[in-house]
């Protein structure tokens, strides 16, 4: 399959440079799209022959559900059974990175929710996310745009690194915002809600519209190997790069000691902080902003995990991030890509 390429400038476009998109996804074929947290690879949702494609391009297991993309939140009325809590959410954090997930009507097949009754929905606040979902007129299934297991793709060529050749077009609409895909939660009550996947949209705001926000535990725990998960794709390894990564976690002083002794035995990359790097050696590092700045850390994670594929090493070091704000989704996409393996340096009392 020849894959088409569009570059579309997301400040200044009409609905004419979106046509051809539009018209792949009616007639049941793909497009990769941006959106503020990561590239989607799209399909009518509607129609299960998309959503196989979707599952087969991605290299996906079936069993885990797409989210469905509509353009306004009152357009999942007839795909989902909503409820108050529901447009309370959308009235705070849509369009935006939240994805809700309800009990599903008849109208999407279940193809697409990996078997399940029930159905994630998400409105993109992205202009060309929303836009392309508005004149397809169906709603858009759009798991993250990257092979199965590999880190989401946050630009158009990270995009067409996985899927030149596996999809009809790609539209090249710059950076992702936000760089992690959308917080999950499901409604399990009138009042209650419980978070599956921690991103953009914290728990703290959450708590601010809902009285009972619950964690899932899934959300920083290893899944037991016969668990099944609330949320399908929690039991797949996921986020990694080929290397084998492990997080350093403790004391800054001893991680800083630790990375610079990896450095010394050489043939590694760290993934380091802004106030680490003249520390360390140049050779090897990828600098992912301030220790800080989860916002922009968030934004670079993936290009980072991807990168470091690309440079000469055999192992990955990250740091550890705590649990906090934002924080509670890089540890949970960290975390998955390192397949938990955590260190914690102590220094040797012998050596000075
Ligand atoms: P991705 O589309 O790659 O961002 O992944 C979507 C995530 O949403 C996966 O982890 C799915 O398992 C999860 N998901 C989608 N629909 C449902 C659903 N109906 N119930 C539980 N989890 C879901
Ligand atoms: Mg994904």
């Known amino acids: 399959m020849k894959t088409s390429l569009f570059a579309v400038d997301p400040e200044k476009f009409t609905d004419r440079d979106l046509d051809t998109a539009a018209k792949i996804i009616r007639s049941g074929g793909l497009v990769v799209f941006p959106t503020e947290t990561v590239y989607g690879i799209g399909g009518d949702a509607t129609n299960s022959r998309s959503a196989e494609r979707i599952y087969a391009a991605k290299g996906r297991p079936s069993d885990n559900p797409l989210i469905i993309h509509v353009a306004d939140p009152a357009d999942a009325e007839p795909y989902a059974v909503t409820c108050p809590l529901y447009y309370r959410l959308a009235k705070h954090f849509m369009p935006g990175p939240l994805t809700v997930i309800m009990p599903k009507k008849d109208t999407i097949p279940l193809t697409v929710t990996g078997g399940l009754d029930s159905v994630a929905v998400r409105c993109p606040s992205h202009p060309i996310a929303n836009a392309l979902i508005r004149l397809s007129g169906v709603p858009i299934a759009a798991p993250s745009a990257n ?202 009392p012998s050596v000075n």
């Not at 409604?187 to 926000?213: H, K, M, Y």
């Not at 949320?231 to 986020?239: A, F, Q, S, T």
């Not at 989860?294 to 550890?320: K, T």
């Open 147 to 348: 092979i199965s297991g590999r880190p989401s793709a946050t630009c158009a060529a990270h995009a067409l690194h996985d899927f030149d050749g596996r999809v009809d077009a790609i539209i090249d609409g710059g950076e992702s915002r936000f760089g992690m895909e959308s917080t999950i939660v499901k409604i399990t009550g009138e009042d209650s809600l419980i978070l599956l996947r921690p991103g953009a949209v914290t728990f703290d705001a959450l708590c601010c519209v809902c009285s009972d926000v619950t964690v899932s535990e899934t959300v920083t725990r290893m899944l037991r190997e016969d668990e099944r998960p609330i949320c399908p794709g929690m039991k797949y390894r996921h986020y990694a790069p080929e290397k084998p990564l492990a997080l350093v976690g403790g004391d800054p002083d001893e991680r800083l000691r630790f990375f610079r002794q990896k450095q010394q035995e050489g043939n590694c990359i760290i993934i380091c902080y802004d106030e680490q790097v003249r520390f360390l050696s140049p050779d090897g590092i990828i600098n992912i902003g301030s220790a800080a700045d989860p916002e922009r850390q968030g934004h670079l994670l993936f290009s980072a995990l991807r990168l470091s594929d690309e440079l000469p090493g055999d192992a990955v070091y990250a740091n550890l991030p705590d649990t906090e704000g934002l924080g509670l989704a890089l540890y949970n996409r960290l975390i998955r890509a390192a397949a938990h393996t955590v260190i914690y340096p102590r220094r040797d």
